[in-house]
């Protein structure tokens, strides 16, 4: 249906048809006289009405109208406040080369957790010296001895030969020694003022460089999950965990040559994690 059938017929002929009238110029009492003009303006009134009518019509069908196709709700992906950084000044301490400092808050908590998941999964790990100093960092004291113990077992000598790395966990000469952790999301599982069980979704690199690398440098998706204690000023580690996955279908991308992961991983830093 148009729009001018609405609003613009059936009103057919002012004052009707098969009338007989008799004119009296110069008469004011001429009744046909002043009660044809009232219907002519009635009718232009009728038409401007209507087309203020239309015009309104018109905005409030094109406002509703779905130019814009909608998006089934499972079909949108995850909301802004999800993956967006919350806006909270990032922390500038340093404790044992760990970023320290955090909120005590479930931002806190999830911000503290990513960044303990870089410092675990790091190279400095296979250094005993380097890897007492981050776990002195951002262990708490009552469960700091048992975490040591753990952790020396892991990164044993057999474990480094393995490799193809040094007693001090450097790599051979001529390669360069890849373990890199990067957090691709966190949630919390528990939380209280006090302590909270924080998850860290990770992305991790790891191997060796080389010609003569029986290691090549490859990816890993896991999932760290830790517990956490308010120690009074900060977040700690009581005690940490790990499992395979969510792990995404790979791309084609081209492999890179061992040149340019040696190169990448000298040039390109690492970050302060904030949730």
């Not at 193809?164 to 528990?190: C, E, I, N, W, Y």
């Amino acid at each position: 249906m148009s729009n001018d059938d609405q609003y613009g017929g059936g009103y057919g002929e002012v004052g009707g048809t098969g009338q007989t009238r008799t004119r009296l110029p110069d008469s004011p009492t001429d009744a046909y006289g002043p009660t044809r003009r009232t219907p002519r303006a009635s009718r232009s009134l009728i038409t401007v009405v209507g087309v203020v009518v239309l015009l309104i019509a018109a905005i409030a069908f094109a406002n509703q109208s779905p130019d814009t196709p909608t998006t089934n709700q499972s079909q949108r992906g995850p909301s802004s406040s999800s993956t967006s950084p919350t806006g909270n000044r990032p922390v500038d301490g340093k404790n044992g080369g760990v970023p320290s400092g955090f909120a005590q808050n479930e931002q806190g908590a999830q911000s503290a957790a990513s960044n303990f998941a870089v410092a675990l999964g790091s190279d400095g790990m296979f250094n005993t010296a380097r890897r007492h100093g981050i776990v002195d960092a951002v262990s708490d004291e009552s469960t700091r001895a048992t975490l040591q113990s753990g952790f020396d077992t892991d990164y044993s000598a057999a474990l480094l030969s393995q490799i193809g790395l040094t007693k001090d966990g450097l790599a051979p000469a001529g390669a360069t020694f890849v373990s890199r952790t990067v957090p691709v999301g966190a949630k919390v599982r528990k939380f209280a003022s006090d302590n909270a069980s924080i998850d860290v979704w990770c992305l991790g690199m790891f191997g060796l460089t080389g010609e003569k690398s029986t290691r090549p440098v490859t990816n890993s998706w896991f999932t760290i999950s830790m517990t956490l204690k308010w120690s009074g000023s900060d977040w700690k580690v009581l005690e940490t965990t790990q499992k395979d996955g969510p792990t995404p279908v790979t791309g084609d991308n081209p492999v890179s040559n061992s040149d340019e992961i040696a190169g990448a991983v000298n040039e390109f830093g690492g970050f302060t994690y904030a949730r």
